[in-house]
């Protein structure tokens, strides 16, 4: 009995282990691995890259009519540009890249928007050209998330202000 239930426990292991190995696709960019956290379900990237898209600040909800500081800020990459980026095609929590969540923006929301800028919107949008570095992908609330640092950005003109209902994560 005991070489059984061992026998399905290594079945099991080498099972559910061999469907963590990722597969990502192919891009066009100078991304490399540097780093694959198992424990934590992490892969990060060394490399730059320049790229072109939306910037989302999703508001803090303080009231039916007012929003505060940015909660949640993303970037949604125009759709010539998601093949700059790897993604999980297979394995753990595959998932396409839709939108990357950037890191390192405490003075972006103020220095387009100003400090005293009234926050009537759940969402501002605003397009442009960025520079992200630290790339990254992890699994978070059972879905594939996808990372970078902020390094620069160039806006276009067009500015958007979007009232939603309040987005949460999980």
């Known amino acids: 009995m005991k070489y059984i239930i061992t026998l399905i ?8 282990m061999a469907d963590n190995t990722l597969r990502f696709s192919d891009y ?18 060394s490399g730059e890259v320049e790229v072109s898209g939306t ?12 929003y ?24 753990f929590y595959a ?16 220095r387009l928007f100003g ?8 969402e501002q949008r605003i397009a442009g050209t960025l520079r992200l570095n630290s790339f990254s992908t992890r699994v978070e609330c059972d879905s594939r998330q996808y990372s970078a640092n902020l390094v620069s950005f160039s806006q276009n003109d067009s500015v958007s202000a979007i009232n939603r209902q309040p987005i949460y994560g999980c």
């Open 95 to 110: 998932g396409s890249l839709k939108q990357i969540s950037l890191l390192n923006t405490d003075e972006l929301y103020t």
């Open 28 to 45: 066009t960019s100078n991304l490399r691995v540097i780093e694959i956290d198992n424990t934590q379900s992490v892969v990060r990237f």
């Open 55 to 66: 910037i989302v600040f999703r508001l803090d909800m303080l009231s039916e009519t007012e």
């Open 68 to 91: 505060g500081e940015p909660l949640f800020v993303d970037f949604i990459p125009a759709p010539n540009q998601t093949s700059l980026f790897p993604e999980v095609i297979s394995g």
């Open 115 to 122: 400090s005293e800028s009234e926050h009537k919107s759940r």
């Open 9 to 16: 426990l290594i079945s099991f292991s080498q099972f559910t």
